[in-house]
Structure formats: structure tokens, C-alpha cells
């Protein structure tokens, strides 16, 4: 079974500042990926970011940065440079690399604001 | 190229009535998966179709159907519905080649259900 526990319901960031979205997962898969998604208030959610488990180095897309820490089973999203259309709910995912495509574990989310 | 195509968007049943929705992938992507989001329970996966065939369930009650066509279009279709099927339906799609990677899903804005 997998879980994912992301403990921020709702966080604030000023424009042009840095914020990090935290999560935590847990799973008996030996090898595993992890994503992250936004879901603005238009409903559809759009893949930001992915880590795989043996990935050495923490992945980043732009001004997105996945902080893994394997030990601690933590994937944070770190977003630099905040814009006032980051504004939206962002979801944390993971999928074991032994389940197929389209079943992904989703945790509760985290509402980012960005304030002008 | 097109994303995914979810219909109707929004949509308002009353109890007992039946609901289908349909989704069109993305051109080439083979599997499609349903999930439903609801305020209190947060992403919950449904089911996932690939060549036509169920190969994943979600704990769903057996009012809870889809299918996939040779196109790899899908519907879902709910029965008998209760007011706590209110909800937000997502579906993805995935191009799902079978490597242990990525494997980031593709999701449609949505259909917007209210069970009256």
C-alpha cells in the first residue's frame, strides 16, 4: 500500500519569494516514482515535476525543484520566484514503478496564495 | 495535439437517476484511468483501462462501471445515484509504454457532477 501525507491545507507566499510545498510518502515498492501536479481553479491538473526513486540528483523543471530525501521519505516541491498564476492547489503523487500507469496515490494537497 | 477531452463538464442529476461521462485521451496514449475528487476525501482513484480491458479498481461500489473503446476513448457510468456521489470525476490518460519511468499522467478538466 502507499500513502501520501502532505500536512500544509493552506499556505501564503509573496510574489517573487521562494515557498515550499512539503510531503512525505510511504510504500513497500522497492523502486517508485514521485510527482508533483497543480490544479488551478479551472479543475484540470497539470504535471509539474517527477522524481523516480534511484534519480541521484533531485529533479527541476524551470523554476520547480523536487527536494528528495529518501531516507527521511519527503519530496518536497520547492517553487522559486513566485507568480501571482502559481496561485492554485498542488497535489503530491506517487506511483510504484511495479503499478501500472494510470493508478497513482494522491495526497490530500496543499492551497498555495500568492499575494501581490 | 489535443489534450485530454472530458463531456459533459458539469452536469445535475437527482437520486436514483444514472450519469455516463465520457473521455477522450490524448492521441496514442493507451490507458485511462478515473478518479473522483471530493472535498472530504480528496483524489480517489476509480478505475484504469488499457486495450479496452480493466486492469486496475479502486474500492468503489459495483454502481461504479467504465469502459474503454478501441479508440481508447472511455466512459464511466454511475447508477443509482446518491447524494455523496457529488463530485469532481478526473480522467487521464498515459502513454504507458511499460517503462519503469515517469509515466506522468494527462488529466481533462473534468466533469463536475451534483447529485440533487
Known amino acids: 500500500a502507499q500513502k501520501i501525507t502532505q500536512t500544509q491545507p493552506g499556505m501564503f507566499v509573496q510574489e517573487k519569494e521562494a515557498v515550499t510545498l512539503d510531503c512525505t510518502y510511504d510504500t513497500s515498492d522497492p523502486s517508485y516514482g514521485l510527482f508533483w501536479y497543480k490544479q488551478p481553479s479551472s479543475g484540470e491538473m497539470i504535471f509539474l515535476i517527477y522524481q523516480g526513486s534511484y534519480d541521484q540528483q533531485n529533479a527541476t523543471e524551470g523554476r520547480y525543484s523536487l527536494n528528495f530525501q529518501k531516507a527521511r521519505k519527503s519530496a518536497n516541491l520547492v517553487i522559486s520566484a513566485s507568480q501571482l498564476g502559481d496561485s492554485a492547489m498542488y497535489f503530491c503523487?506517487?506511483?510504484?514503478?511495479?503499478?501500472?500507469?494510470?493508478?497513482?496515490?494522491f495526497g490530500d494537497g496543499t492551497t498555495l496564495t500568492v499575494k501581490p | 495535439k489535443a489534450g485530454v477531452t472530458q463531456t459533459p463538464r458539469y452536469l445535475i442529476k437527482t437520486r436514483g437517476q444514472q450519469v455516463t461521462l465520457s473521455c477522450s485521451p490524448i492521441s496514442g496514449h493507451r490507458s485511462v484511468s478515473w478518479y473522483q475528487q471530493t472535498p472530504g476525501q480528496g483524489l480517489q482513484f476509480l478505475f484504469e483501462?488499457?486495450?479496452?480491458?480493466?486492469?486496475n479498481k479502486g474500492n468503489f461500489p459495483g454502481r461504479f462501471s467504465g469502459r474503454q473503446f478501441s479508440n481508447s476513448r472511455s466512459e464511466m457510468n454511475v447508477s443509482t445515484l446518491e447524494l455523496g456521489d457529488s463530485a469532481l470525476y478526473l480522467c487521464a490518460s498515459s502513454f504507458a509504454s511499460g517503462a519503469p519511468d515517469t509515466g506522468e499522467l494527462f488529466f481533462g478538466e473534468g466533469s463536475r457532477l451534483t447529485v440533487l
Open positions: 483501462y488499457f486495450s479496452e480491458t480493466q486492469r
Open positions: 503523487a506517487m506511483r510504484g514503478h511495479n503499478t501500472n500507469a494510470g493508478k497513482s496515490t
